[in-house]
């Protein structure tokens, strides 16, 4: 009975996650239900829907299509829509009901595919397993795969074919796409962000809203780094078409951090894990980028684990805090300067829950104030999870047992799962801090989102919450105050 919600609503499951990370690559996406599911992940789990241009359709599944296999119907009313919406592909979506019948999506894929003359892909999710991350995750590798093979095997053609005038110093003004190759070199002696491309993986707005999202982007492109994914979107095709264009790919959730790790492994690119909140681990952010990015490594962007006093004369530009090595020990809480030039330590310490690459950012900020925080993860376990996290809760009983745990002084989470602090577990005086996720609590808690990733909204919201003084938020940094 673990896995029964009694005051959790269910979190969004892996067809939605599919269908998010999909959702504005101009395909066609076919969920194939009776219209339960569909109307779950575009009311509930897509806060996109409502206005969007994108092809998000019901297959129309009905009983007597189960019960008589009758696979021919559904596969000429997809072929009819490809035909009239034009789409890039075709992504068939699954949900319960055809997985208990065995429809067979990777046969039905390619037989479309034959009819329609486009990649057609066939996911078969089930909705009651896993949780959105594992779809983003199938969702991404799928295209990438299939899409990074065809634009190999294009450009082999071109290359066999191509005019004994086309080679040696033909064409030098055309775009490089092998762009890890030259980037921070010692032959250009260019500065690594010039021309240097970066793939963010993974990030939907089940995990990191809109505004959160555009924060972090404009944060890179206003240090001079290029991005392939457009303003205002969070999935661009190209990246899936060339992953080998990119010098970087960077993580910002759980998904992004298995398919860092994937694409690192199977097309050679390194990954970085993580994102900073705040100037002071945004300088360390940026010095860690450019060091995996000249140094051609992976790494985990974790700056609680640094060792204390080290980031000044210890640690070198482009530290890692978790690399092969491991993490640096901990020690202890951070000392941080306060405005009049003394140092500042707080007993304080907070439980965050929720996606473990995104907690870890607001632990690793919250230590720069003085508070200490423990990550625990919702969300399943991933290779390299444990870096970012102190634990799994698996199910809600998980939750509650510790959301009654005593030596936390604030929690930080979705606010249904606040919620259960005193309507539960009953427990008082206990801080909190909501940090809404759309794969939790869907629309009913998105008017309390708020710019998490920006340092100067930390002062108002701590104030707001009780969670720290206004002497004591005085006392930490000045653009608190700003």
Known sequence: MGRVCVWLPPFAGDYSGVCSALFDLGGLIVIHDANGCTGNYTHFDEPRWYGSDSMVYCSGYRKLDAVLGNDEHIMKRIQTAAEEMHPGFIAIVGSPVPNVVGFDFN????????????????????????????????????????????????????????????????????????STEIIGSEETGKDVKNGCILNVLGATPLDIDQQNFNRLCDMLREHGFTLQVSEGNYGCLNQMKEPKRACLSLAFNQAGLELGQYIEEKYGVPYLAGFPIGRINEERYFNTLESCITEKRSGHFITRKMQEGGYADQIQPGFCACSSSGPVPNAGPVMVNNVSGGSVKTEKRACIIGDAVIGSAIADFLKTLGLSADVFTIFGKSRGMEDFCSGYLHHEEQIVSKLEEDIYDIYAADPVILDLIGQVVGREG?????????????RVCSNQNWLYTDEAAWGEKLRQTEILSLTEILNRTEILTE
């Open 107 to 178: 046969g039905v894929a390619k037989a479309l595919e034959k009819r329609t003359g486009l990649p057609v892909f066939g996911f078969p999710t089930m909705g009651i397993k896993g949780s959105y991350k594992e779809g983003v995750v199938m969702g991404v590798k799928a295209l990438t795969d299939r899409f990074a093979a065809d634009e190999a095997g294009d450009a082999e053609k071109a290359k066999q074919t191509e005019p004994a005038e086309h080679a040696e110093g033909f064409g030098e003004n055309m775009e490089i796409t092998e």
């Open 430 to 442: 206990v801080k909190k801090l909501p940090l809404p996720m759309h794969a939790v609590s869907s």
